[in-house]
Nanobody, 122 residues
């Protein structure tokens, strides 16, 4: 299974960006999906997550500005980021809990996307 993230870029303060991340492969089911970010010199942190049933949770710092959503049929998760601030500058990573379906059974595992850089200029 591979996660391909895209949508990062350079934006001015107050602007918007939409990140997307698609899971591809064979014989798998995507469960919870999420977005994390890592700013220079800081630890990676959870930004937002969405369950297979559509329940969401957000970091306090992005509540009211970011919206996570998913297209289950496309195995894709999105992050709509509005009212961007300089402190949102980071590499954003998508993450997915995946069930691999094999003839002998299923395997629960977790995957990371390659990261996409978001830079908010003031």
């Amino acid at each position: 299974v591979q996660l391909q993230a895209c949508g990062g870029g350079l934006v001015q303060v107050g602007g918007s960006l939409r990140l997307s991340c698609a899971a591809s492969g064979s014989t798998f089911r995507v469960n919870a999906m999420g977005w994390y970010r890592q700013a220079p010199g800081k630890q990676r942190e959870l930004v937002a997550a969405i369950s297979s049933g559509g329940s969401t949770n957000y970091a306090d710092s992005v509540k009211g500005r970011f919206t996570i959503s998913r297209d289950t049929a496309k195995n894709t998760v999105y992050l709509q980021m509005n009212s961007l601030k300089p402190e949102d500058t980071a590499v954003y990573y998508c993450n997915a809990d995946v069930t691999i379906v094999q003839p002998i059974g299923t395997i629960q595992t977790n995957y990371w996307g390659q990261g996409t850089l978001v830079t908010v200029s003031s």
